[in-house]
């Protein structure tokens, strides 16, 4: 989420108004808030599996901030159709593999036992069904051998920090066509 931020400025067409997370000591939040980004925590936990509760009291903040574009990273909740709805053609989802690839958890772990030779990562529009969105872009790193889930991972989190700022001042400028990084 830092890299968005730290990308929105300058002559880019969008403009941060609230980094919120569902995990109260988020890094992300602390950051925010030192550059003067207004921030919520809203902990999914207190919820108890109440999806549609614990989305009215994540929607509070998000109303107030009145923003044009949700960027979903690192948010962990599958959200409610309802949700989703209401920001339909404006929230987007960065997602760790090469969509339609490995939809969901552990993707690193997945492509590593699938023998693929190259992973990376997608960011595409949110929809009801899961990982599914409208692809807006990805980016492309080798799997190299005695790699772990982890250090795949890490190349493919530098990727993330650089696709994600790309396809946002695309989208946020009204362009939805996809963009491929290597």
Known sequence: MLA????????H???PVLVASNDPGAMGLKRAAELGIATAAVEHRPFKGDRA??????????????PDILCLAGF?????PAFVARFEGRMLNIHPSLLPK???LHTHQRALDAGDTEAGCSVHEVTAALDEGPLLGQARVPVLPGDTADSLGARV?????????????RFAAGDRSPIFLS
């Open 53 to 66: 509760a614990f989305e009215a009291a994540l929607l509070q903040p998000i109303l107030a901030a009145e």
């Open 4 to 11: 968005l931020v730290a990308s929105m400025t300058g002559d």
């Open 157 to 169: 989190l530098a990727q993330e920090h650089r696709l994600y700022p790309a396809v946002l001042r």
């Open 102 to 104: 490995y939809t969901g």
């Open 13 to 15: 067409p969008a403009r």
């Open 76 to 80: 962990m909740r599958v959200l409610t």
